[in-house]
């Protein structure tokens, strides 16, 4: 039976194909609309696939976010990395689902299935993601016409020319498949062939990099910033946030950071057996939501 607070929704279609959103809203009260705007949280997965990951950490996060805080999240499929291809292709596969939500295309898609139930708050769009995730979230601060509203960035790989992340690629081809971490009927869709960034090796020239690293296009008006990471990380060693924290900091950005102690990448997937972490997580919310 379908769920009505759980829809999907095309936001691009492309020579090839089209890309889905899952959209997940507040029960109503009463079926009465809220009386004020929904904040949205675009929810970045790790994966490819929608089936790739359920939400920022797991299930209880995501209805944390969505009952509790009375939030539309909007998780986006997006078109596989290969090795041939650079970051660009889902990069901009995540721009395009901004620009559609900021472009009314959002809207629509809960008009048709909630008239006048849940208006967008169009001043704050957030953008958050895990790992892979974490890295397509912060792509949504430069070379947008409009970035977000604020940046959830768990362990979100960065700063590629670093020897610390050349260092840690030799321990991801073990570590890669414990990241695997969803169920990919969670959604009720067909999930697509698992990608990230730890399945394939980057380009070395450092010219590409800069093109898709983070670090390399922070600036002034970059929007806030708050970044939770393992201290124990190996996939994404921690010194890469650090970097980009400072960064951040450099350039005047609203930015904040929590590292969890002991943690490695995956406390992402185990969230629910971490106090700790979700605490953070849930700080992180906090800090973007109150500007």
Not at 105 to 113: F, I, K, M
Not at 229 to 255: F, T, W, Y
Request: charged letters at 20%; a negative charge; glycine letters at 8%.
């Amino acid at each position: 039976m379908k769920n009505p607070f759980c829809l999907t929704a095309v936001y691009k279609t492309f020579e090839g194909g089209k890309l889905k959103a899952d959209i997940r809203v507040p029960y109503p009260k009463e079926g009465k609309p809220f009386g004020v705007k929904c904040p949205v949280f675009i929810d970045i997965p790790s994966e490819a696939g929608l089936g790739g990951s359920y939400s920022i950490i797991n299930r209880k996060h995501s209805e944390d976010l969505v009952h509790a805080r009375r939030c539309v999240v909007v998780s986006p499929e997006y078109r596989s990395l290969d090795g041939a291809s650079s970051l660009k292709l889902p990069m901009q596969d995540c721009r395009d689902l901004l620009a559609w939500v900021y472009n009314g295309g959002l809207q629509q898609a809960l008009e048709a299935e909630h008239p006048g139930l849940y208006p967008v708050d169009s001043d704050r769009v957030y953008a958050s993601g895990v790992s892979y995730g974490g890295l397509l979230a912060l792509s949504l601060g430069w070379d947008v016409p409009r970035p977000v509203a604020g940046i959830l960035d768990i362990a979100g790989p960065c700063h590629f020319s670093d020897d610390q992340w050349k260092a840690s690629q030799g321990t991801t081809s073990s570590l890669a498949a414990q990241q695997k971490h969803s169920d990919p009927k969670s959604l009720g869709l067909d999930a697509a062939p698992g990608s990230s960034i730890f399945d394939v090796t980057l380009p070395e020239d450092e010219n590409v990099i800069s093109e898709v690293d983070p670090i390399m296009h922070v600036h002034s008006s970059f929007p806030p910033v708050f970044i939770v990471h393992g201290a124990s990380d190996e996939m994404v060693p921690i010194g890469l946030s650090r970097n980009l924290l400072a960064r951040l900091k450099e350039q005047g950005v609203r930015c904040e950071t929590a590292e969890v102690e002991g943690a490695g990448h995956l406390f992402a997937s185990v969230l629910r057996d971490s106090p700790e972490a979700t605490q953070q997580v849930s700080r992180g919310v906090d800090f973007l939501t109150s500007a």
